[in-house]
T-cell receptor
């Protein structure tokens, strides 16, 4: 059974469009994340959601908005796509205890190409 | 600003060699250090370290953390071609994870 799943796997779209990437985890975790991995393979956190509350936003443009309908889902909406948004986007989840941090489980990634 | 540095950035070895990958960090409020292996797709978890001096081991891989000197090493003994990957180090401060640039390991037959 897939622990963290993302859809779609690949997304090719034109500049200026609005798109969404979906993420679901069936691990019972209470925290979910979005990461961006650029062409140089550098992984950078974008958002973190804990119990439906945004707790991190790492200077990401406001064209990106995470939406969490419930604890098992964290979707990423991107408005007015730009060429520089082309990257692989990874969703991850973890269980966070107070005062400690546990391992993250990653989804397979969504490769976004903006033309 | 929190920072994670890994060295070397790339490494080419032959099967059977032993390698040591380094990760040093500057984090305001350290909670944990994690090692991941990334092949073609998503990173897969290897180790989580929270205490100094306690070696974690899994098969041919082992890792240890030095919280005083702010670094960790990942050792791989008797390397195999399947160990070829990018190895990522990430440091958590309780609210955020900061990833290093990764070490690209290539193991030649």
């Amino acid at each position: 059974d897939t622990a963290v799943s993302q859809t779609p796997k690949y997304l090719v779209t034109q500049m200026g469009n609005d798109k969404s990437i979906k993420c679901e985890q069936n691990l019972g975790h209470d925290t979910m994340y979005w990461y961006k991995q650029d062409s140089k393979k550098f992984l950078k956190i974008m958002f973190s959601y804990n119990n439906k509350e945004l707790i991190i936003n790492e200077t990401v443009p406001n064209r990106f908005s995470p939406k969490s309908p419930d604890k098992a889902h964290l979707n990423l909406h991107i408005n007015s796509l730009e060429l520089g948004d082309s990257a692989v986007y990874f969703c991850a989840s973890s269980h966070s205890d107070r005062g400690s941090y546990n391992e993250q489980f990653f989804g397979p990634g969504t490769r976004l190409t903006v033309l | 600003e929190d920072k994670v540095v890994q060295s070397p950035l790339s490494l080419v070895v032959h099967e059977g060699d032993t390698v040591t990958l380094n990760c040093s960090y500057e984090v305001t409020n350290f909670r944990s250090l994690l090692w991941y292996k990334q092949e073609k797709k998503a990173p897969t978890f290897l180790f989580m370290l929270t205490s100094s001096g306690i070696e974690k081991k899994s098969g041919r891989l082992s890792s240890i953390l030095d919280k005083k000197e702010l670094f960790s090493i990942l050792n791989i003994t008797a390397t195999q071609t399947g160990d070829s990957a990018v190895y990522l180090c990430a440091v958590g401060d309780g609210q955020n994870f900061v990833f290093g640039p990764g070490t690209r390991l290539s193991v030649l037959p």
